[in-house]
C-alpha cells in the first residue's frame, strides 16, 4: 500500500506565474486536504476535497483552486503568484470524512 | 471564531514523560482530535486520535475532558528522537464552512 505522493518535491517560480500541484491519495482513501506551512508556522487549511466535492475552505483568496479527480487524486491551482506563496505545501488524504488524515512529503515553493 | 493555542515550547530529558496541551474553544461536535509529530522538511506523521475520555496506543495517549475544549498528548518515556514539533489538528465550522484547525505547535526538545 503506497502512500501520499506530491509532486513535484521542489519548484521555483517568478511572481505573477501560476502553479499546480499535484497529490496522489493513499489507497482507499477519497478524501484529500491542502495546506500551506509558512517558514516556522504551523500548517495552514487551504480546502478539503470529498468524493470531487469541496468540503471546506480555508481563509485564502480564489487565486488558490483546486479540484479531485474520479481516482482521488487531486490538484491545487495557484494563480498570480506572490512572494509570500513560497512555503511548503502539504497534501493529505484520508479514508472518510473525519477520518485520520495522512500526509504526504510536502511540495517546496519558492516564488522570486 | 474557533481557534487552537499550544505552548511554544517544551524541553525534558530523556526517559521523562512529556505532557503537551492544546486548547480548542469551537471544535466542531463530530470531529476527532488528532496530534501529529514533525521533522524539519517533512510533512506531519500520525500519533493518536481521539473523541472523547482516553486513548493509548504504542506511542502515546491522550486525553479529552468530557467539554471537548482541550486535549493533552503525553508521550511516556521521550527520547532524543522525539524531539520535534508536535501539532494538534482539530475541525471547526466556522462562517457556514468547515475548516481544519491547526494549532501552533509546541516544539519539544529532548536533552540527554
Known amino acids: 500500500e503506497t502512500g501520499v505522493t506530491q509532486s513535484p518535491t521542489h519548484l521555483i517560480k517568478t511572481r505573477g506565474q501560476q502553479v499546480t500541484l499535484r497529490c496522489s491519495s493513499q489507497s482507499g482513501h477519497n478524501t484529500v486536504s491542502w495546506y500551506q506551512q509558512a517558514l516556522g508556522q504551523g500548517p495552514q487549511f487551504i480546502f478539503q476535497?470529498?468524493?470531487?466535492?469541496?468540503?471546506g475552505r480555508g481563509n485564502f483568496p480564489p487565486r488558490f483552486s483546486g479540484l479531485q479527480f474520479p481516482n482521488y487524486s487531486s490538484e491545487l491551482n495557484v494563480n498570480a503568484l506572490e512572494l509570500d506563496d513560497s512555503a511548503l505545501y502539504l497534501c493529505?488524504?484520508?479514508?472518510?470524512?473525519?477520518?485520520?488524515?495522512?500526509f504526504g512529503p510536502g511540495t517546496r515553493l519558492l516564488v522570486l | 471564531l474557533a481557534k487552537t493555542t499550544q505552548p511554544i515550547s517544551m524541553d525534558s530529558y530523556e526517559g521523562q514523560e512529556v505532557n503537551i496541551t492544546c486548547s480548542h474553544n469551537n471544535i466542531a461536535t463530530n470531529d476527532y482530535i488528532t496530534w501529529y509529530q514533525q521533522f524539519p522538511s517533512q510533512g506531519p506523521r500520525f500519533i493518536i486520535q481521539g473523541y472523547k475520555t482516553k486513548v493509548t496506543n504504542e506511542v502515546a495517549s491522550l486525553f479529552i475532558p468530557a467539554d471537548r475544549k482541550s486535549s493533552t498528548l503525553s508521550l511516556p518515556r521521550v527520547s532524543l528522537s522525539d524531539t520535534a514539533v508536535y501539532y494538534c489538528?482539530?475541525?471547526?465550522?466556522?462562517?457556514?464552512?468547515?475548516?481544519?484547525?491547526f494549532g501552533s505547535g509546541t516544539r519539544l526538545l529532548v536533552r540527554p
Open positions: 489538528l482539530v475541525g471547526a465550522s466556522m462562517d457556514s464552512s468547515y475548516k481544519l484547525i
Open positions: 476535497y470529498y468524493r470531487e466535492e469541496k468540503n
Open positions: 493529505a488524504s484520508s479514508s472518510e470524512l473525519a477520518e485520520t488524515q495522512y
